[in-house]
């Protein structure tokens, strides 16, 4: 599933401050958690004087274990992710996941970098037709031990390839 393959009305939908928030801390040096709008991730602005978007910027939908799942992460970003673990629900309408995002390489340069994490919720979406799960809470977060252990495998081949 694509973000391209959504009805308009969905991402009208999502774009809706009152409907659908954010809650995040994108991690590493960051101060704050904070909220935002999905629609900072989900249409490019018309133009900025600050900042250039490109599609790359923007979110698309991941895949893990068959669950299609929107998270706040840029497109590019999405070659470093890796999926740690996947826990859904009983009732499979909230999912929980554990990720690895080797994106900022400077942050990962060795084995110990494997502790560095990210922690989602997210929400089963099911509206026009729609069927996904739409992420309202993602933040950095410190993998410990079977989940240390797993990003740590990931980081060593990560390295040995560079």
Known sequence: MKLADLPNEVIDDLCQEDKWRLDIDPGFD????FWMSWRHFLSLP???????????????MLNFNGFNI??????????????????PSADQKTITL???DSFYEDW??????????????ADRYEKFGCN????SY???????????EAAEQIMQ???SKG
């Open 157 to 159: 081949k990560k390295l």
């Open 70 to 87: 929107l998270l706040p992460v840029s497109r590019s970003h999405h070659p470093s992710i890796e999926l740690i673990r996947l826990i």
């Open 98 to 100: 554990y990720l690895h």
């Open 132 to 135: 996904f799960y739409l992420a």
């Open 30 to 33: 960051a101060k704050h958690e």
């Open 108 to 121: 990962f340069r060795d084995r110990w970098a494997a502790r560095y994490g990210f922690l989602a919720v």
């Open 46 to 60: 018309e133009s900025s004087p600050y900042y250039q978007m490109s599609e790359d910027d923007l979110a698309e």
């Open 138 to 148: 993602y933040h950095f977060c410190y993998l410990l031990n079977d989940d240390y």
